[in-house]
């Protein structure tokens, strides 16, 4: 099957919906949303983060060349909608021949089997029509990606082929076929004596010659072909009758069957793919529209992170004049595995968090980002434990706290090497000695098993436990919008 | 001559009904192994079955018969379709593979000689009715025939202002056509079904016409083969699949560690058993079964079983029952060792499982009861079953130790498992259930039953143990807490 979404053996981490919604990726995707089904499929690839630097350059490469060539994204738009529809069509008819071979003796039928193999034959024809047309169309264009040099040189192996033109003569052939046609089969018996092979021939490969048949030369003698021996035979309408000659053409309805399926299933991810590059689309002129730089994000497997002049993406598209906000920087050595971020309330530590999270999440995704530079590992999967709204009732406090470790409880279970976990104020709903004490417990251990992760908190007791293997950033109360600095 | 049996049934000899049924070697056999259990036989036929049994334990005839046994299948197989094609090609093509099969069978019958008397006097039979030569004759016209056929084994069928059937010319195929068309575009062809279809009447007849010469030859060439379709192979078949079966169970029994043996044949009047089982709980429990010793003699040709409820006494009474069967058949049986007797019956009265009001189900006990009594000899195994129980104690107690009186008057061997503890004291030898270990994976207590001089012990205690309600239990209860019990 081809993909432009995803090459070759690409492998998916996982990023559950719950971590979209805490991140308010849902809320930025409404700003470039299309219709409901493709917002959805849109946000199920952000839940699939690619794993693999290659794979998620496959991924910039085919935005940057629908970017750069003007019309080829609405062409194949186009074209690969037909495909689709074709599809659709062709799956409809299968599910009403399923339903006619259901009876047996409607499926021994030879005019049925016939004009079932016309309606192969006529589909395998568009189809192989539509193949090429799209080969021409995306030949005109001067394409870098490599998906998309695959998906040409792909439809090129079967439009460029010397058998294209016999596979379409052959098909209108059978078009033509009917049940007064000249018809010659070639049967075949086994050891047992019972036929196993039925297959329809052309008409010049039998030669017979009767007494009757034979062709002047001159005005009195009469000069016969070669003979070749025959009998005759006396068609009966019997059940081995239909069932033996009904199966030449139901053979090569199944050759055609698979053909047709085949290409279709080679194609028929693109149109759902290039939903997803439509709705990236949006999204980079929603960017441009609002004078916002954007980068494809550079990865590292040395697990370095380093993002400067980043924009948070929620604030950038909720307000009508993007210079309102504050980009900020944010890096992470490959010796440190966490940040934990300090600062007052209200002074945008949930807002940084959800930035550098974002910006990771549509990183991985292929996607470019609101930033000057960025340089990213890749993570294997991304989690969020995020503080229970306040406005609860105090009764259910006990109840907060319990709920918070267990949904620890299940990241720590899923959580592995590379993973990139996000603490939002957690454990506020208990003491604060033994909230910090949990939280520091909980982020060594997310050190010493390679997570790496970003914890927002106003505990500062954590510092005692965490010590020199994480970077301590603290919200300066000088900015609305946040800015950080590195507090020593 | 006719071609010998390869298992030789007496009729006369057979079991009664309830036999394999009560004994469960329905769990443990199939129907085409049990139709031959149904019967014993004499003691030159057990001493055949058991040479046939060991000779199966070499590779070289284990394979030889399984060849034949597959061969003749082939050829029962062949003969159905024969006879159900309506089609006169297809017959003829039929009994080509027929005479085919056939020559087959009588080779394989070759590779079976000087491993058992029974399969000698088969390949015997064979190799004097197809010398050397005439088997070299018929693999040269089989060889000729094959050739024919395949000559012919392609055609045309031409449908045009006639229709007409043509030798095969150099044809175009459509499939391939297309076919090398998808290969060159990289496409993969779809998986072939198979297909069959019978010639019609008509396009047989055609065929025929066509391919005249070509038939006439095969059919001449046949009539050496004789009348094959009327050769009927199908109580070898059922013969070879009992060997094979018996010794494939009993192959499973071994790997699992469980002892099998075949028993000598004891002069005097004894039945020995060291570490016997109840094989019929194999596919249930597998190498759990707990074997105990069974031993008969004149001093002891009868025993009472008493004991606990699940306690086994009902599976001993079977181990016994199924083994005397299982020798009196010439099949192996499932002890350490054995020496047995020659017995010709086995009498079995088990519970039935009609529900009779309690003087109805009696009299049907005492009337089966009587039955067995009345028929069983010296060379006789009585086996009963909680016989009685649908009456008061001391009726039941009474005609137990009349049954038990019979038996031994009769100079037959018995077995009597029973509830009724009066017979303790009936001077009959007496068995009963021993506990043998109480420390197993699932902690289930384990038994097996052993003979006892003495009185059963009250089956109250144990049953009391079992649960944690003695007296010692109940302490140690509340010392460590009733939660570990619960």
């Given amino acids: 099957m081809i993909s432009i979404l995803n090459r070759n053996g690409a492998e998916f981490g996982n990023v559950e919906r719950k971590v979209l919604f805490d991140l308010s990726i849902d809320r930025i995707v409404g700003y470039f949303r299309q219709d409901e089904r493709k917002t959805d499929k849109f946000l199920g690839n952000l839940c699939r983060p690619l794993l693999k630097a290659e794979d998620i350059v496959y991924r910039q490469e085919v935005i940057s060349d629908f970017i750069t060539q003007n019309g080829l994204f609405s062409g194949l738009s186009e074209y690969f909608a037909g495909f689709s529809e074709m599809k659709k069509d062709y799956e409809q008819s299968k599910k009403e021949k399923l339903r006619n071979s259901v009876n047996a003796a409607v499926s021994d039928d030879i005019p049925l089997n016939i004009s079932l193999l016309q309606a192969d034959a006529f589909a395998l024809k568009r189809l192989l029509i539509l193949v090429r047309t799209i080969h021409s169309y995306i030949s005109g264009f001067e394409i870098t990606s490599e998906a998309l040099k695959s998906l040409k040189c792909s439809l090129g192996v079967i439009s460029d082929s010397p058998e294209y033109k016999n596979m379409l003569s052959l098909c209108s052939e059978f078009e033509k076929l009917n049940s007064h046609s000249s018809l010659n089969f070639l049967l075949t018996t086994d050891e047992c004596g019972e036929i196993t092979g039925s297959r329809l021939i052309t008409e010049d490969s039998v030669r017979i010659s009767e007494t009757s048949v034979k062709k002047k030369k001159g005005l009195f003698s009469k000069e016969e072909k070669e003979y070749y021996p025959f009998s005759e035979y006396i068609r009966a309408n019997t059940t081995a009758y239909r069932k033996t000659f009904s199966e030449a053409f139901r053979e090569l309805s199944q050759l055609i069957e698979g053909y047709i399926v085949q290409i279709l299933g080679n194609y028929s991810e693109i149109a759902g793919e290039l939903n997803f590059y439509e709705m990236a689309l949006r999204y980079c002129n929603i960017l441009r529209s609002r004078k916002t730089k954007f980068v494809f994000p550079v990865f590292h497997e040395n697990g370095e992170t380093e993002i400067s002049g980043l924009r948070d993406l929620l604030l ?19 010796t440190k595995s966490g940040t934990v971020i300090f600062g ?85 709903s208990t003491a604060y000695s033994e909230g910090a004490e949990a939280l520091s417990g909980i982020l060594h251990h997310l050190s010493c098993i390679g997570v790496r992760w970003i914890c927002v908190t106003h505990m500062k007791d954590v510092l005692h436990h965490l010590g020199d293997s994480v970077k301590y950033l603290t919200a300066s109360e000088n900015f609305k919008i946040i800015k950080f600095k590195f507090e020593n | 001559m006719n071609r010998p049996e390869l298992i030789e049934i007496d009729e006369n000899a057979v079991f009664a009904d309830n036999v394999l049924e009560n004994l469960r070697l329905d769990k443990i056999f199939p129907l085409s192994v049990l139709k031959y259990l149904k019967y014993g036989c004499c003691r030159e036929e057990v001493k055949e079955r058991r040479s046939f049994f060991r000779a199966l334990e070499n590779p070289v005839f284990n394979d030889a018969l399984n060849t034949l046994l597959e061969d003749m299948m082939r050829f029962e197989k062949t003969k159905e379709l024969f006879r159900n094609s309506a089609s006169e090609t297809r017959k003829l093509y039929l009994k080509v593979r027929l005479a085919d099969i056939y020559v087959k069978i009588i080779t394989d019958t070759v590779r079976m000689k000087g491993f058992c008397r029974k399969t000698d006097r088969y390949a015997e039979f064979f190799s004097e009715n197809y010398p050397n030569e005439v088997i070299e004759k018929m693999e040269s016209d089989l060889c000729r025939i094959k050739e024919i056929l395949k000559s012919v084994s392609e055609f045309c069928v031409s449908f045009r202002s006639k229709a007409m059937l043509s030798k095969k010319y150099q044809p175009q195929i459509y499939f391939e056509n297309l076919k090398k068309c998808g290969d060159a575009m990289g496409l993969e062809p779809p998986v072939r079904r198979s297909f069959l279809s ?32 009327d050769t009927d192979f199908s109580s070898d078949i059922s013969a070879a699949c009992f060997y094979l079966q018996i010794k494939e169970f009993t192959g499973k029994v071994k790997v699992a560690g469980l002892p099998v043996c075949f028993p000598s044949f004891s002069a005097d009047k004894t039945i020995h058993f060291e570490s016997l089982y109840d094989i019929t709980m194999f596919n249930r429990i597998g190498k759990d079964i707990v074997p105990s010793d069974a031993h008969f003699d004149a001093s002891a040709p009868f025993y009472f079983i008493i004991g606990a409820n699940g306690g086994g006494k ?25 020496s047995v007797f020659p017995l010709s019956k086995i009498y079995l009265h088990f519970p039935k499982d009609e529900r009779f009001e309690n003087s109805g189900r009696y009299d049907e006990e005492v009337r089966r009861a009587n039955e067995m009594l009345e028929n069983a000899d010296d060379r006789t195994l009585l086996l009963f079953n909680e016989t009685f129980s649908g009456t008061d104690e001391k009726k039941g107690s009474e005609m137990t130790v009349w049954a038990a009186k019979e038996t031994v008057k009769k100079g037959a061997f018995g077995l009597f498992v029973t509830h009724f503890l009066s017979v303790e004291t009936s001077g009959f030898p007496l068995m009963q259930c021993e506990v043998i270990n109480t420390q197993n994976e699932k902690n289930k207590r384990t038994f097996r039953i052993v003979r006892t001089e003495n009185k059963a012990h009250s089956f109250a205690l144990d049953i009391l143990r079992k649960y944690r309600l003695d007296r010692t239990s109940l302490i140690e209860r509340r010392k460590k807490g009733n939660d570990q019990y619960t």
């Avoid at chain 1, 009508?320 to 504050?326: A, I, K, M, R």
């Avoid at chain 2, 008509?202 to 391919?211: H, M, R, V």
């Fill in chain 2, 314 to 338: 009902t599976t001993f009474l079977r181990a016994v029952g199924v083994n005397i069967l299982l020798t009196m058949t010439g099949c192996p049986v499932f002890a350490d060792s054995a």
């Fill in chain 1, 344 to 428: 007052d309330n209200g002074s945008g530590k949930t807002v940084y968090l959800r930035s550098v999270a974002v910006c990771a999440v549509f990183a991985q995704s292929g996607l470019p980002v609101a930033a000057d530079a960025v340089t990213l590992p890749c993570f294997s999967s991304f989690f969020t434990v995020f503080s229970e709204s306040e406005n609860r009732d105090q009764a259910l406090d006990m109840g907060r706290f319990e709920k918070e470790v267990s949904e620890i409880s299940v990241v720590i279970s899923q959580v592995s090497e590379n993973s990139f976990v996000l603490l939002n104020e957690v454990f506020q």
């Fill in chain 1, 316 to 334: 950038l598209l909720e307000r009508s004049d993007s210079t309102e906000v504050v980009s900020n920087d944010f890096s992470l050595s490959p």
């Fill in chain 2, 198 to 229: 019978d010639f019609d009447g008509t396009l047989s007849d055609s065929f025929t016409a066509l391919f005249r010469t070509e038939v006439s030859e095969v059919i001449t060439l046949l009539a050496s083969f004789g009348k094959l379709t």
